[in-house]
């Protein structure tokens, strides 16, 4: 990410990295696009890998609603990492969307007998057929990731910011939350429907929760001070976040039952930001300029022992750890940022970068332990971090805004 002037999680309150310290979840202008939006049509990426599987996809399109299950399944099929599209594929998807769908290849078959009643009810069942495709012909282990959801923020003007959500394959956008004020960093709660985030309601940046099932924001808890970057426990039950009621920021954790917070670092001088759990909860991986450059480090909860990640890069920032186990965070390389994936447990030693340079900021794993969506020049792509893939990063959509900040559903 940086310390830039467009939205910034680490921001400069009395100097920023490298100067007088403190850091605020502070970000600039952001406006929400009234009503919900259709994804832009985007090109299907076209280059594929040695092992990925040519489907031919032959189903009948006799109504809008069995288009928009062809079109939301070749748009599926063709980021998914494990297919291609071709007209003769060794997999074939046959029949009429609604009334019945097979698909028959490699000694393997799935019958979808599913029925819809209108395009969005269609696009999700094409991206529930795919996903069943992944399982069955990507191998041992092998999971689709066309049902997770990303929630992200647009930005198109001065402190005004909204949450937004949709599908990776960039279909049924949706608007949340007009909020009027600047967002920065939303999560999701591990149910899938709440989301937690960083706004400027009361001008000094607080978490509040969204409330998914009653389109309701409340704020988390009446901390003094900021509280940034509240990311949820695996298991629902606490929130890693950071507080400074207590001086300068510092990575807490918080029970969310009962509102008692347990403080997990004492970097006195340094600011943290940016907490992300472990898939078994017992660690988290989080940003410190302790160094006076902002660096990732992980910390296991019981011990409260930190050990520095990263070396390499002079900003490395955003980390996310998939639930698979890898952990991918944004790094600047001589001036421009990359994407990074590493292996927590071999180090900083097992990372690979996994884009080109450019202003790539805020990476976020899917389910499958495959793919990121991260944001750059006000877009929002797909990357595949596999190390045998050939293809380049997808842009989701193509519809006007400023977009960034995207967050997976876990």
């Not at 660690?283 to 022992?305: C, F, G, H, L, W």
Request: charged share 25%; with cysteine; hydrophobic share 40%.
């Amino acid at each position: 990410m940086g310390i830039k002037g467009e939205i910034v999680e680490m921001a400069y309150v009395t100097g920023g990295f490298g100067g007088r310290r403190g850091i605020v979840a502070a970000a600039l202008a952001m406006v929400c696009v009234a009503g919900t939006l259709e994804a832009a049509p985007v090109v299907s990426v076209e280059k594929a890998g040695m092992e990925r599987t040519v489907v031919s996809v032959e189903t009948q399109s006799p109504t809008p609603e069995a288009k928009a299950f062809n079109d939301c399944l070749r748009r599926n099929i063709s980021i998914s990492g494990v297919f291609i599209l071709g007209d003769s594929g060794s997999v074939k998807v046959a029949g009429v969307p609604g009334a019945g769908v097979t698909v028959t290849g490699n000694g393997r078959q799935i019958s979808f007998p599913r029925k819809f009643t209108d395009a969005k009810s269609a696009r999700m069942a094409a991206r529930e057929l795919v996903d069943a495709m992944v399982a069955n012909y990507g191998g041992e282990g092998a999971k689709g990731f066309a049902t997770d959801r990303i929630v992200f923020v647009n930005r198109l003007g001065s402190d005004n910011a909204d949450l937004y959500t949709a599908y990776a394959d960039g279909y049924d956008i949706r608007c949340e939350s007009r909020e009027g004020h600047a967002i920065v960093g939303p999560r999701w709660a591990p149910n899938g429907r709440d989301i937690y985030f960083t706004g400027f309601r009361e001008k000094t940046p607080l978490i509040y929760k969204f409330d998914g099932t009653a389109g309701k924001i409340k704020r988390l808890a009446p901390f003094k001070g900021l509280a940034t970057g509240a990311a949820i426990s695996p298991d629902g039950r606490k929130a890693a976040l950071i507080l400074s009621f207590q001086g300068n920021p510092e990575l807490y954790v918080m029970d969310l039952a009962d509102g008692s917070v347990q403080r997990i670092t004492r970097t006195r001088g340094a600011s943290e930001a940016s907490p992300c759990w472990s898939p078994d909860g017992s660690r988290i991986a989080y940003v410190s300029d302790e160094t006076r450059s902002p660096q990732i480090y992980i910390v296991d909860v019981a011990t409260k022992k930190s050990v520095r990640f990263t070396n390499q890069g002079s900003q490395n920032t955003n980390p996310d750890w998939s639930a698979r186990g890898g952990l991918t965070w944004a790094t600047k390389r001589q001036g421009v940022n990359y994407i990074a994936v590493a292996d927590p447990a071999a180090g900083e030693r097992s990372h690979r970068l996994v884009t080109d340079g450019g202003s790539w900021e805020h990476p976020t794993w899917a389910s499958d332990g495959r793919h990121i969506a991260a944001d750059r020049d006000r877009a929002i792509f797909l990357i595949d971090a596999d190390p045998e893939s050939d293809t380049k990063p997808v842009q989701m959509f193509l519809n006007k805004g400023n977009w960034m900040s995207p967050s997976f559903t876990r």
